[in-house]
């Protein structure tokens, strides 16, 4: 049973740092690209920061671009998302997805709560 935790939310003031972390057991993580989202209440998910299996290539949304950083670990079958000089506008629930490239199956974590607020 393929399984993906994030780990690492919570309330941070404007401007702090947090980092996330995605736990992922069931599945040949390093086949994986992994891949960083987050859903605002109200609005639609959006795309943040993907890398690639074995962390060749590493692409980020224009807006966390200098500001977050995704890294992955096969051996620990990690991914995660450093994230400085936050806004409140980054508050939302942050997921992980992790898709395989040979016949494009994915599977998504359940989320962790990011508040950025003072």
């Known amino acids: 049973q393929v399984q993906l935790v994030e780990s690492g939310g919570g309330l941070v003031e404007p401007g702090g740092s947090l980092r996330l972390s995605c736990a992922a057991s069931g599945l040949p993580f390093n086949m994986f690209s992994m891949y960083w989202y987050r859903q605002a209440p109200g609005k639609e998910r959006e795309w943040l920061a993907g890398?690639?299996?074995?962390?060749?290539?590493?692409h980020y949304a224009d807006y966390v671009k200098g500001r977050f950083t995704i890294s992955k670990d096969n051996a620990k079958k990690t991914v995660s998302l450093q994230m400085n000089n936050l806004k409140p506008e980054d508050t939302a629930v942050y997921l992980c997805k992790a898709r395989w490239r040979g016949n494009g199956v994915e599977y998504w974590g359940n989320g962790t709560l990011v508040t950025v607020s003072s």
């Open positions: 890398i690639t299996s074995a962390s060749e290539v590493r």
